[in-house]
């Protein structure tokens, strides 16, 4: 089975980076736990995570703790929604809000697929560089606390750019949604601005 590895930035801090490898049949919640376990920001607070455009427009959302509107507007719940059902591009990217009352801004982006490492638990965390921005209220986890790769580990293999391999992946890929049963019929993952 394929792994993702999704780079996950902070819009206003680029040098904060951290990287989760996860599986595909795993939801956007999973995702959103795994990101919080690697910041120490607290979980139970609503969030969103966008499908997004190679600008970072927002399309999709896929909610955590939606409000009554959006509810009623039948927003897609992270809980219930695989990671796999909004991926059909090798560099696919996820514009995150985490929350909405002191919002901070997060692009979530597709690196690489790698092929499952047998007996790990994921999601993991890969790699982690820079200490998060603290919040008023919110318990950081120390740096020395999360995995850390240098560079001259995470760039072996002279792969290409991110280490993707469009053709191989977009096979992986193709693979993946044969054996999820696919993106539903006509869900681009775009909202009606596109």
Do not use: C
């Not at 053709?167 to 006509?186: A, I, N, W």
């Amino acid at each position: 089975m394929a792994i993702y590895r999704f780079r996950i930035s902070f819009e206003d801090y680029d040098d904060v980076i951290r990287e989760i490898d996860i599986l595909p049949k795993q939801t956007f919640l999973d995702l959103h736990q795994a990101l919080h376990a690697a910041t120490g920001y607290q979980v139970e607070l609503p969030s969103s995570f966008y499908v997004s455009n190679d600008r970072w427009k927002k399309g999709t959302e896929i909610a955590h703790m939606p409000n009554e509107s959006k509810k009623s507007q039948g927003v897609a719940l992270m809980e219930e929604s695989k990671l796999s059902r909004f991926i059909d591009d090798p560099h696919q990217k996820f514009y995150y809000v985490y929350n909405f009352e002191r919002p901070l801004d997060f692009h979530v982006q597709l690196v690489k697929i790698l092929k499952e490492e047998e007996g790990k638990d994921y999601p993991v965390l890969f790699k982690s560089v820079g200490q998060v921005p603290k919040l008023p209220g919110a318990k950081v986890v120390a740096d020395d606390a999360t995995t850390k790769k240098e560079d001259d580990e995470y760039d072996f293999l002279g792969e290409t750019e991110y280490g993707i391999n469009e053709e191989e992946d977009l096979d992986m890929l193709d693979e993946e949604e044969q054996s999820e049963g696919g993106k539903e019929e006509g869900n681009d993952g775009y909202g009606e601005d596109y």
